[in-house]
C-alpha cells in the first residue's frame, strides 16, 4: 500500500470508526474479494460497532491499494460521501497509460470511473455468465467510432442490469470504447414528470463543478437539450445506461444522438429511434451448476453440501437468477428453511418469497405483476396461455384455433408478448412455436386459478369447432400439440363425457397410436384412471390392457391394420366390440378381416410389453419402488422407463460397447451399468449424469448388483477376469477384489442380509464370500453332478466334463443357494452344502437367468428357448409357461412384492407378467404340424405335440378328443380324411403312417420317401394318400395295396401342396415355385413364381381359385386376390414363422399355428 494512501487512512480512522456501519460495506468488498468470508465473520464477531469498524479498518491496512479504493467506492455507493471525501486526496494513483497495458478486468481505474458514474456493484453473491458478458462486450465495441444504440432484453429477473454492469468492468472497454466515462441511469416505470425528475438529476451530475447552468431545467425538451450539450462538450465518446426501460416514449426524451445502452424486457423497445441498433437477448436462467453456486455462496456451503432441495429449487425456477438470489438471501438469514421455500415456490405461493434486507431487487410476484400490467388491450390474451403446459411449445395454429383468429393476426399478438420477454419463441421450419417460463406459467395458473376450468372448456370447444368430429392429420402443425393434450384440457375443464367418448374409441386409439406410439396413451389412461372410472373401470381396463400387450406392434412399420389387432381381444372387450363393428362395415365395402374363434383358449399372463431397445435386451430390473424399470442391451444404452405404462423417463449413453447388465442401488437413487467395455459405470436417476466411472476389470463386466440395506450401500461386480470386486459409492476405488474362481465369473447375488455375496463361474463352482472380510466362506462343485458313472469311481483318464453356471440367486430366508447349469436348477443347502433337489427343464434348451419370489415359493427361469417357466419351489414342479418371447430370454426379475415378474429377450423387448394369475401349465405343448377338417359350423384338429404323439382337438372348446400312443420317430406332418376316422402321419425318417381312429391304431407302414416327409394327405375319396419330401418329390399312393406314383420337377424340398379339383394338385416349394400338376398321370400342367420370389412355406386357395392364403419366409400370414397379385390383408400373430394355414371349403375360417404354440381360429367378417 502507498505511504501517502495509509497515512490518509490512519489519520481519519477516528472519524470512520465513529460512523460506519460495517454490514453493507463488508458485503461490497467481498463482492470485489477484498475480504474473504472468514475476514467477514472475524468482523461480526465484534461486540459494538466502533469495534467492528476498528477491525475492519486493520483488516483493510494489510492490503493492498485495490482494497482501499474497494473501500472508497464502497462508502460512496452507501451514502458516506463525507467519509469518502475524507479518503480523496490519499487515493493511490493510477496513471491512464499504466492501466492501458493491465490486464483486462476491473481495474482501480475501471471501478473509480464506474463509481463516480453510478453503476451498481457487483451483488453480494456474484457467479459469473462468460458467454453472455463476452456477447454485450463484443456490441460495445461496435460504438468505439460513432453513437448507436444497443438493447439488452430478457424476462424479469433474468440478470440485465447484473450482466450490463459486469460487461462495463474491463479496462480495455472503457479505455477503448469509453474514455469519456459511464452514466448509469436507474429508470424503471415512469410518467413524464418522473422522466424529467431523471433528466435533471442526470444533467446535475454531469454538471458538476461547473456554472454552465444554475438552475435545472423546467421540461422535458430543455433538458434533452442540455444533455446534449453536455455529452458532446463536457463527456465525448462516454456510455450512458438507462436500466429497466418500460416504454419506448422515454427512449426519444434521451435520443441525443450519444452512445446508449438500455435494459429492458421489450425486446422491440428501441425500435422507435434512428441510428445503429443493437440487441443482446438475456436468456432466462442459470445453468443447473451455476444455480447451485450461487446457494452455496449465499449459505456459505460447498455445492456438494447442499441438500437436495437446492437441486429442486434451481430445477423448479429453471434456474431464475432473480428467485435464485431472492431465496438464496432467505436462507442466508433463515438456513434451516429449505424445505419451506420450495414448497411455496411449488405451491406458487410467490408473495412468500420477497426480498430481504440484504437484496435490492424486486420481490418475485411483484417483478411478474409488473409485466403484466402494461399489456392493456392484450391481457385477456396473455390469461389464455395460463392454460399452457410446461416446456411445451406450442404451434401458432393452436391459439389460431383458440382466438378463432387469422395466423397472421395472432402472430401479431404473440410478437408483443415475445417483444416483452413474456413469451419465448421458437421457429420449427416455416412454423412459429411459442412457449413460457416455468415462473411466468406459475404465475398465470395463480392469478387465475378460478377461471382455469373454463378456459381449458374454451379451448377443447374451439378444437370441436374446428375439426367437426374428426382428427387431426400428421400433414397438420397443430396435430402433436392434440394429440398430447387434448384428454388434459378436457380433464382439466371437467369435460368428463367428452373424456369418455374419446378415450374410449378405437380411431382415438388409432390416430394417436400412428403418429406417437402407445406409451403415451397408456400414460392417459393411468393419469385419468380416476375419471375415467366413474364411467366405466372394465372399458378403462380394456383399452388400458390392449396397449399393453399389442403396443408394441404399433411402433412397426407399415402401421397395422388396429381393428384386425382388436379383433384378437376377448369378445367381452369394448376395444374387439368397436373393432368388430368397424370391421363388418369394412368388410360390406370387401375389405377382409378375420375373426379368432377359439381365444378364450388362450390363458395370458402378459401385463404389458414393452420395446425399449432397438436391438437385443440383455438384462431388465425393477427399481425398488417398483414404479421404474431400468434396461440395458446390445444397442449399448441404459433406458430407464416406468413399469405400468412403459413410458421413457430416461435413456443414458456412455459405453463403448454392449452394456450386460444394470442394477437400481437401494434407495433408488443411482443405477449401475456393467458392460463389454471392461467398464462400470453408476449414473444419478435425479439428473441423468454420470456419477462414477469404475475401470480396474481387465475383461468384460458380466453382471452387478447392489447390496440390500440402504443404510450401507455396497456394488459387486463379476467378470470375464476371473475376479469380482466390490465397490463404496463414496470412494472412486475398488473396495475389494475376492480372488478364488479360475475362469469366466458370470454372476453374483447379496444374500438376503447382505452377509454373504455368491457367484458362479465358468470353472463349474458356486463359491459364497463374506461381504465384510471379501474371504471365500464355501464353494460348491456342480461339476461333480455331470460326471460320468466310470468317472466318479475314479477314472483319471475320462475327460472333464465342461459345465457352465450362467447364475445363482438365494431363496428368500438365505438358507438355499439355487445354481442353474445346461438345462438343470440345483438347490443347495447353504450350511451342509447338501443337495436338496433337481429342477430339470427342457433338454432342448439352456437355462439363461433365474430369480425366486421374495413372498412365494415361485421361482422363474429364463430359457433359451424363447420361454419363461415358473416353478413351484415346494412342490418340486413347473405350475406356468409364460409364453410370448420370440427369442431367447436373456433375464428374469421379480417386483419385491412377487406379484409382477419381468423378463427381457433378443426379440427386443421387455415384458411385465402378472404372477398372480398364475395357470397350471399344459401337460403338453403343441408343435405346428397339423390339419384340420371342417363339418359345417364344427372344426376338428389334428396336431402333434412335443411327446411325438397325436391329439384330435375340438376346434370350437378346445377338448381333445382322443390321442394317439408315443411315436419311435419325431412327427413331422398329419393329416385326417373327411370322415374323421383315418389319420397319417409323415415322420422325420421318410417313414408314412396310416392310424386308425379313434383307436390310434397303425394300418399301414409306406416306405419310398428318401428324406424327411413335409405333407401327407388323403383324397377326397380316402383311397388314395398323397405325400411331400424334403426329396424334392410327391408321392401319390394307394395306401392299402402300398402302390406309388412319383411326381418329380422341384429343385429344392418340396414344402407343402394343396388338392385342387380332381385330379389337379398345387404343390410349392423352398425354390420359390408354385407347381399344378395331374396326380393320376402325373403330368405338370403349370409352373410359376409367388411371394415375390422368397421360400413359400404355406398355401390355401379358394374353391374358384380367385383367392390364396399363404405363410412365407417373410413371416406373415397373406390373403391374395390371384388374379390382380394384389395383398388384401395382412394377419400379425403373437409368434412368427407360420408353418401353415388351413381354409375352409367357403374360404372363410382359417387355423394356423404360430412358433410359440398358439392356435389361431381365424374367422373373416361378413
Avoid at 161 to 180: K, W
Avoid at 389 to 396: A, G, L, Q, S
Avoid at 642 to 669: I, M, N, Q, R, W
Avoid at 907 to 931: E, F, G, Y
Amino acid at each position: 500500500m502507498d505511504e501517502r494512501t495509509r497515512s490518509c487512512l490512519l489519520q481519519n480512522r477516528s472519524a470512520l470508526e465513529q460512523d460506519i456501519k460495517t454490514s453493507y460495506i463488508m458485503d461490497h468488498l467481498i463482492s470485489e474479494e477484498v475480504l474473504s468470508l472468514e475476514d467477514e465473520q472475524k468482523v461480526r464477531a465484534q461486540v459494538t460497532q466502533k469495534e467492528r469498524a476498528a477491525l475492519l479498518i486493520n483488516l483493510i491496512l494489510q492490503k493492498g491499494n485495490c482494497a482501499v479504493i474497494s473501500f472508497y467506492n464502497a462508502l460512496l455507493n452507501e451514502g458516506y460521501k463525507e467519509l469518502a471525501a475524507l479518503l480523496q486526496d490519499g487515493l493511490p494513483i493510477v496513471s491512464a497509460s499504466t492501466n492501458k497495458t493491465s490486464i483486462d478486468g476491473p481495474t482501480a481505474f475501471v471501478q473509480t470511473i464506474l463509481c463516480e458514474g453510478g453503476v451498481p456493484q457487483r451483488p453480494v453473491v456474484f457467479v459469473d455468465r462468460p458467454e453472455l458478458v463476452r456477447s454485450i462486450r463484443n456490441v460495445l465495441y461496435k460504438l468505439e467510432n460513432e453513437p448507436g444504440w444497443i438493447t439488452i432484453y430478457g424476462m424479469a429477473g433474468c440478470g440485465k442490469s447484473v450482466l450490463a454492469a459486469e460487461a462495463l468492468r474491463n479496462h480495455t472497454v472503457i479505455t477503448t470504447c469509453f474514455p469519456g466515462g459511464v452514466h448509469w441511469v436507474a429508470v424503471g416505470k415512469q410518467d413524464r414528470a418522473g422522466i424529467l425528475v431523471k433528466l435533471q438529476n442526470l444533467c446535475s451530475r454531469l454538471n458538476q463543478e461547473s456554472h454552465t447552468y444554475p438552475s435545472p431545467p423546467l421540461n422535458i425538451e430543455e433538458a434533452r437539450d442540455r444533455l446534449r450539450f453536455l455529452m458532446a462538450r463536457k463527456y465525448p465518446r462516454s456510455l450512458l445506461v438507462l436500466d429497466d426501460i418500460w416504454d419506448s416514449w422515454v427512449l426519444k426524451c434521451f435520443d441525443v444522438q450519444c452512445r446508449i445502452l438500455i435494459t429492458s424486457r421489450d425486446k422491440s423497445i428501441a425500435d422507435i429511434v434512428t441510428g445503429n441498433n443493437f440487441s443482446v437477448s438475456v436468456q432466462s436462467g442459470l445453468t443447473n451448476d451455476k444455480g447451485l453456486e450461487v446457494l452455496a455462496r449465499f449459505v456459505n456451503l460447498e455445492v456438494s453440501s447442499l441438500p437436495k432441495e437446492a437441486h429442486n429449487i434451481v430445477q423448479e425456477c429453471k434456474g431464475s437468477p432473480l428467485v435464485v438470489s431472492l431465496i438464496g438471501a432467505l436462507l442466508r438469514e433463515f438456513p434451516k428453511r429449505w424445505k419451506y421455500y420450495l414448497s411455496q415456490l411449488q405451491n406458487k405461493q410467490f408473495k412468500r418469497i420477497r426480498k430481504s434486507s440484504s437484496y435490492d431487487y424486486e420481490a418475485l410476484d411483484e417483478a411478474m405483476a409488473s409485466s403484466i400490467e402494461v399489456l392493456d388491450d392484450y391481457k385477456e390474451y396473455y390469461k389464455d396461455l395460463s392454460i399452457l403446459r410446461k416446456d411445451v411449445k406450442v404451434p401458432t395454429k393452436v391459439l389460431s384455433i383458440l382466438w378463432a383468429l387469422e395466423t397472421e393476426e395472432v402472430e401479431d399478438i404473440l410478437q408483443v408478448f415475445v417483444n416483452k420477454s413474456l413469451l419465448f419463441c421458437d421457429r420449427n421450419g416455416k412454423s412459429f412455436h411459442y412457449y413460457l417460463h416455468d415462473l411466468q406459467l406459475d404465475f398465470l395458473t395463480e392469478q387465475y386459478r378460478n377461471q382455469l376450468p373454463d378456459l381449458h372448456a374454451k379451448m377443447v370447444q374451439q378444437y370441436q369447432k374446428t375439426y367437426k368430429g374428426q382428427f387431426p392429420t400428421p400433414s397438420d402443425e397443430d396435430c402433436m400439440y392434440w394429440y398430447s393434450f387434448l384428454p388434459t384440457h378436457m380433464a382439466e375443464a371437467n369435460m368428463d363425457k367428452e373424456l369418455y367418448s374419446l378415450m374410449f374409441s378405437v380411431d382415438w386409439m388409432k390416430a394417436k397410436t400412428e403418429l406417437m406410439g402407445p406409451a403415451q396413451l397408456i400414460n392417459d389412461f393411468v393419469e385419468y384412471r380416476h375419471i375415467l372410472d366413474k364411467e366405466n373401470s372394465t372399458v378403462r381396463e380394456n383399452f388400458q390392457e390392449f396397449l399393453s400387450l399389442k403396443g408394441h406392434l404399433l411402433v412397426q412399420k407399415p402401421f397395422p391394420d388396429i381393428v384386425q389387432l382388436g379383433l384378437c381381444q376377448p369378445d367381452f372387450s369394448e376395444v374387439y366390440r368397436q373393432a368388430k363393428l368397424q370391421a363388418v362395415e369394412r368388410a360390406k365395402k370387401g375389405a377382409v378381416y378375420l375373426d379368432w374363434m377359439n381365444k378364450k383358449a388362450l390363458q395370458n399372463l402378459s401385463r404389458l410389453v414393452v420395446r425399449p431397445h432397438s436391438d437385443a435386451v440383455f438384462h431388465a430390473c425393477f427399481s425398488h419402488d417398483g414404479l421404474k424399470i431400468a434396461s440395458c442391451g446390445a444397442d449399448k444404452t441404459l433406458q430407464v422407463f416406468k413399469s405400468e405404462t412403459g413410458e421413457k423417463l430416461l435413456e443414458l449413453t456412455g459405453h463403448d460397447d454392449e452394456v450386460l447388465c444394470c442394477a437400481f442401488s437401494p434407495d433408488d437413487k443411482f443405477v449401475a451399468t456393467c458392460s463389454s467395455d471392461t467398464k462400470v459405470k453408476v449414473w444419478n436417476l435425479l439428473t441423468g449424469e454420470l456419477y462414477h466411472t469404475y475401470h480396474e476389470h481387465s475383461e468384460q463386466v458380466n453382471y452387478c448388483c447392489f447390496s440390500h440395506s440402504p443404510n450401507k450401500i455396497l456394488l459387486a461386480t463379476c467378470s470375464n477376469d476371473t475376479y469380482l470386486k466390490t465397490w463404496d459409492l463414496k470412494g472412486t476405488n475398488c473396495r475389494n477384489t475376492l480372488f478364488g474362481h479360475t475362469d469366466y465369473v458370470n454372476h453374483c447375488r447379496f444374500s438376503p442380509d447382505d452377509q454373504y455375496l455368491a457367484s458362479c463361474s465358468n470353472d463349474g463352482t458356486v463359491k459364497l464370500w463374506d461381504t465384510s472380510s471379501a474371504n471365500q466362506w464355501k464353494s460348491f462343485d456342480v461339476r461333480e453332478q455331470f460326471q460320468k458313472p466310470d468317472a466318479a469311481d475314479g477314472d483319471d483318464d475320462e475327460e472333464e466334463v465342461e459345465v457352465l453356471l450362467k447364475c445363482c440367486t438365494w431363496s428368500s430366508d438365505g438358507t438355499q443357494i439355487m445354481v442353474a447349469a445346461k438345462n438343470v436348477i440345483f438347490v443347495f443347502d447353504v450350511l451342509t452344502g447338501d443337495i436338496v433337489t433337481e429342477l430339470m427343464t427342457s433338454s432342448s434348451c439352456t437355462i439363461q437367468s433365474c430369480d425366486v419370489s421374495l413372498t412365494s415359493p415361485l421361482l422363474a427361469v429364463a430359457l433359451s428357448h424363447n420361454s419363461v417357466e415358473l416353478w413351484n419351489l415346494d412342490l418340486r414342479k413347473r405350475v406356468a409357461d409364460c409364453s410370448g418371447h420370440l427369442s431367447w430370454v436373456h433375464c428374469v426379475q421379480f417386483s419385491l412384492d412377487g406379484s409382477t415378474l419381468l423378463s427381457s429377450s433378443d426379440d427386443q423387448t421387455v415384458r411385465l407378467w402378472n404372477t398372480n394369475k398364475v395357470h397350471s401349465a399344459s401337460a403338453v405343448s403343441l408343435v405346428r404340424d397339423m390339419d384340420a377338417v371342417f363339418h359345417e359350423d364344427e372344426v376338428f384338429v389334428l396336431v402333434s405335440d412335443k411327446k411325438k404323439c397325436l391329439q384330435l382337438i375340438n376346434g370350437k372348446t378346445g377338448d381333445v378328443m382322443c390321442q394317439s400312443e408315443v411315436q419311435n420317430s419325431c412327427i413331422r406332418c398329419c393329416c385326417l380324411n373327411h370322415q374323421v376316422n383315418l389319420a397319417a402321419i409323415g415322420c422325420g425318417d421318410g417313414i408314412l403312417k396310416v392310424l386308425e381312429l379313434p383307436s390310434g391304431k397303425i394300418q399301414k407302414t409306406l416306405t419310398g420317401h428318401t428324406a424327411c416327409v413335409q405333407h401327407c394327405q388323403f383324397t377326397s375319396d380316402g383311397m388314395m394318400l398323397i405325400s411331400s419330401s424334403d426329396d424334392s418329390t410327391i408321392r401319390v399312393w394307394n395306401w392299402r395295396t402300398e402302390e406309388c406314383k412319383v411326381l418329380a420337377g422341384h429343385a429344392e424340398q418340396v414344402k407343402n401342396f394343396k388338392l385342387l379339383k380332381e385330379p389337379q394338385l398345387l404343390s410349392w416349394s423352398f425354390d420359390g415355385t408354385v407347381k399344378v400338376w395331374d396326380y393320376n398321370s402325373g403330368k405338370l400342367l403349370k409352373d410359376y413364381s409367388c411371394h415375390m420370389g422368397a421360400a413359400v412355406l404355406s398355401c390355401d386357395a379358394s374353391p374358384n381359385g380367385s383367392r390364396i392364403a399363404s405363410a412365407s419366409a417373410d413371416k406373415s400370414a397373406k390373403w391374395w386376390d390371384m388374379n390382380t397379385g394384389e395383398s388384401l390383408q395382412t394377419f400379425y400373430t403373437n409368434g412368427t414363422n407360420l408353418k401353415s394355414i388351413h381354409v375352409s371349403s367357403d374360404f372363410k375360417t382359417y387355423v394356423t399355428i404360430d412358433n410359440i404354440g398358439i392356435l389361431y381360429i381365424l374367422k373373416m367378417i361378413n
